[in-house]
């Protein structure tokens, strides 16, 4: 089966918001067999989206657009369809209720022009949309498809998952089962991992390795095809055991698992707690901690300690410290994470500080320098990393990177390095 994908929207084609839908559609497709030779991004343009349209169905089997389903006059993608399919719009009664009372638990009243989510092309299956009043909907047309869903990134990738891909399944007409399982690696680069798992990556045709790097880390995708699900789960656990012999201690989880979440249950499970000082990250780690429900359990300070005084005043560094070694220092940075651990009683203190730029930088301590530092018990451990010019970058680099020290000493593998 081939696929094509249109975004629509003309804040697209002004650079006004970047458009992630389709690359996790693209993901998606790739992991159940469907091949994707065009994306196709146009305006607001009723006439434009029809064009646009014709010739998707001209080469692909089925067509996914995103976008153009609200409420205003230049959501125009139902009235494009209904034209090319010759169908016209028409009320859907259960729909136009459900509408209204997702209004009336806002307290609110569902608006005239809201009343236009509720029409469809005639024939059309109606895709559920949890999250908003812009439910999707999909067409069949001269042996071909067309499926439609709202373009806000929240409402379109839940829709994906549980509308779109168990509707396109239903259409493919191979029996094969397509599954396949993420690995999520960190604290290596993505040439050097290539470089380690080139030989199985260039070996195998089934199941297929694929990498794609973030700024949280490397997701490494097996996929496998196969006659049933058992098969496919053999020929993934195979992959993955070789895969794990190389790389076993850079791999924090798998599929959905987060990085802070992974570590956080870890906190749980053995029963410590953590409190975290910040300088150049200004609270990044503190927030990507309590994004895990629960964290309150083991996450018992965050302090931004982003100037010298507040290091000298609340962390108790000295001040003689910081003149002798700057405030970016190994130094620092261990005692920033003992101050914490002292003023909050915890288990374990995480600090970090470094020159997030783009200013500030010099030969010796350039851009991008950052000292990491994790005390414990009796000891303390320190990590010295350089990632660059670009500050919300090293940011984030800088958050990630405590969060994965951390994670590391909880495995014991601090000890061992």
């Known amino acids: 089966m081939i696929a094509e994908i249109v975004s629509i929207g003309t804040e697209l084609l002004l650079g006004q918001i970047v458009d992630t839908n389709s690359a996790f559609l693209s993901e998606r497709l790739a992991a159940i067999g469907v091949d994707l030779y065009h994306k196709t991004v146009v305006g607001d343009n009723v006439r434009r989206i029809e064009d646009v349209l014709k010739l998707a169905l001209s080469r692909s089997d089925i067509v996914i657009t995103s976008g153009g389903l609200g409420p205003t006059e230049d959501d125009c993608t139902k009235e494009a369809v209904s034209n090319i399919t010759s169908s016209p719009l028409e009320f859907d009664k259960e729909t136009l209720e459900n509408i209204r009372k997702i209004f009336s638990s806002r307290n609110s009243e569902m608006p005239k022009n809201n009343e236009v989510q509720a029409m469809f092309p005639r024939g059309s299956k109606i895709l559920t949309n949890p999250r908003g009043t812009a439910p999707g909907f999909a067409i069949e047309f001269n042996g071909k498809a067309i499926v439609s869903l709202p373009g806000p990134p929240r409402e379109f990738k839940p829709m994906i998952d549980k509308e779109v891909i168990p509707y396109i399944c239903s259409r493919l007409k191979s029996s094969a089962v397509i599954k396949s399982k993420v690995l999520k690696i960190v604290g290596i680069s993505e040439s050097k991992l290539s470089e380690i798992l080139r030989d199985i990556f260039m070996s195998s045709s089934n199941p297929t390795l694929a ?47 987060t990085l802070e979440g992974v570590v956080g249950k870890m906190l749980r499970e053995k029963g410590l707690t953590l409190a975290v000082a910040e300088s150049c990250t200004g609270g990044l780690i503190s927030d990507r901690i309590t994004d895990v429900p629960g964290s309150s359990e083991y996450f018992m300070l965050g302090a931004v300690t982003y100037s010298n005084w507040a290091k000298k005043e609340v962390l108790k560094v000295q001040d003689e410290m910081m003149k002798r070694y700057g405030a970016v220092s190994k130094e620092v940075a261990q005692a920033m994470a003992e101050g914490i651990k002292k003023i909050s009683g915890t288990d374990i203190g995480v600090a970090v500080t470094g020159i997030a730029g783009p200013s500030g930088g010099t030969s010796e301590k350039p851009v991008g320098l950052v000292h990491i530092a994790l005390s414990a018990k009796d000891k303390s451990y320190h990590r010295e990393y350089r990632f660059g010019g670009e500050r919300l970058r090293n940011k984030s680099f800088s958050a990630y990177m405590a969060i994965e020290m951390l994670r590391r000493y909880l495995l014991g593998y601090l000890d061992e390095e």
């Open 211 to 257: 990498y794609l790097a973030g700024e949280k880390g490397i997701t490494l995708r097996i996929t496998a095809k196969a006659t049933n699900r058992d098969e496919a789960d053999n020929l993934i656990s195979g992959m993955e055991e070789q895969v794990r012999k190389r790389i076993d201690k850079l791999i924090f989880g798998v599929d959905d698992d």
